[in-house]
């Protein structure tokens, strides 16, 4: 208690230093809800997943704010009149999870006996042969699922396995300090990540972030190095997806003999043009890449038109995301496909964004 005392004085006299000397008083709000979510969802026996989880979504709520203290660069969300409502509504969503989580863990820690801490061993024979094996026949199995759409969810799910995999390789190499051979499997992720439609890049980037974590020694200069690295590669590839994306994802379906060399060779030449391109193309980017970080510019609309504009829906779009979530499709192969999100956003935003007529969904 005393040790929870002291740190919620040093919080407030950091939010009240930071509001006071950049008078962004909002982005100083913020800064309790990160010490919140790092001094009570780092539970007991395990790395810190919740932790860094909620630190996502904390920072798709005020990532803009700290861009634009930073840079003077005005995010598109800022345009939103209510953006700042927004951000609030964010700020306690997150602590509404965090309060949920710990409520939760208490009632369920009063009914369960603690249990000893196991760790199963598989040899690294096992988990290479895993982990190659889902990495080979990854297309393959991606081919299958789509074109058997009842089981497209499921076959899908296998090939995330994979990142199961490569987190428990990585969790060995680097509790060994086998720190070249970890960077080494990660760079092989970020760049197969590069190379699909979708951003692939980040799970690895993430997970490895999540391994550091959990073997973090604030005392080792390697430990904050290591860190240090994974945090530049992940904005660095965040800003280089954006930069590359429009052209990665033009003609993809012509692109889909090519081999695993061709793919990377392909991308490879993407970066190359784009890192030779001029400051401005960057800056551009950077700022897509913020825009798409900071999730608050059509829920600020949305929050300017409901209810004056449009009513409320007293709780009917929540009840069909939960029929369509309890009603498989391979059990009621007649059930209606889930409505595109663009129409939502376009309705209750007020802003035409693409939808099923360019065959996409925001």
Known sequence: MP???????AVAFVTFAVGTLTDQWLMAASLPVLWAIWRFLRLKDGPPVLAFAFTFHWGQVVIGLFYYAATGREPLGMQATLYGEMVGIGLVCVLTFIAG????DYLVGRKMKPQPMRETSLAWGTLLVAYVAILAFRTSLRDFAWSNPQLAQGILAITYIRFALFYL???R?????RYAAAAGFAILEVALGMTGFFAEFREPLFI???VLAEQFDYRRVRHWASFAVVAVAAMFAGVLWIG???TVRENFDDRAHFTMTEKLSYTSNLTETWWSGNAQDKLISLDSFVDRMWDVYYPALALARVPGVL?????EMMMVALQHVFTPRILVPGKADVESDSLQVRKYSGVAVAGPEQGTTI
């Open 173 to 177: 190499l680097v509790r060994s300090e």
């Open 101 to 104: 989580i710990l409520i939760g």
């Open 3 to 9: 040790q929870l005392v002291a740190e919620l004085f």
């Open 244 to 246: 590359i994306r429009g």
């Open 311 to 315: 009513p409320h829906t007293n709780g």
């Open 169 to 171: 390789i990585l969790r």
């Open 208 to 210: 490895a972030a999540v």
